[in-house]
């Protein structure tokens, strides 16, 4: 399997196959960050073709100083704080959706464990929330996540941390224990 460092280099050779590619690898991935940071499926998943049309427009440039994931997500982070600016939110909260009414695409939530962590999520403060979705769905260390959020690699530590407090905290009001989730 390529990395998605060569699979970028072989799309600025023309190969348009290798973008293909790299859009199926972390499209799931991305919208369900982006989700996580606007409360919309549509908005997250224009985001997405938002952070790609970057790639393919060539507005940035991927110089290899951090994983191309790393700097995917953090171009998908920079649209979603500009959506946002433009609709004059003060924070990043979205709305509170029951999984039963609006279901996201159903492969992001392959599991029930993942469906129960996700829900509660949403309940989060959008720093945590950020922080978790990158720890518990797209497997970061703290110091990639720091890279994608754009803080200190002890900031991303102190969020993830307390991020999982809160969580741990949430899931056990909805009546959850830690042998449940497994």
């Not at 460092?5 to 590619?21: F, K, P, W």
Request: charged content about 30%; glycine content about 6%.
């Amino acid at each position: 399997m390529e990395t998605d460092e060569t699979l970028y280099r072989r799309y600025l050779s023309g190969d348009n196959d290798a973008l293909r590619e790299l859009l199926e690898r972390h499209r799931r991935g991305l919208i369900l960050f982006l989700y996580g940071m606007v409360g919309s499926m549509e908005e997250a998943e224009d985001l997405m073709m938002d952070a790609f049309a970057a790639v393919l427009a060539k507005e940035k440039t991927f110089y290899g100083g951090s994983s191309f994931k790393t700097w995917l997500f953090a171009i998908a982070r920079h649209k979603a704080g500009s959506f946002l600016r433009k609709r004059h939110f003060t924070e990043a909260e979205p709305e509170i959706v029951s999984l039963a009414q609006e279901e996201p695409d159903e492969q992001l939530f392959q599991t029930e464990r993942r469906r129960i962590l996700f829900s509660a999520m949403t309940r989060l403060h959008a720093e945590y929330r950020q922080a978790l979705i990158l720890f518990y769905f797209e497997d970061m260390d703290c110091q990639t996540m720091a890279s994608v959020m754009k803080i200190s690699r002890r900031k991303a530590s102190d969020l993830l941390y307390r991020g999982k407090q809160a969580l741990k905290k949430e899931l056990e009001q909805e009546g959850y224990t830690d042998a449940q989730l497994g």
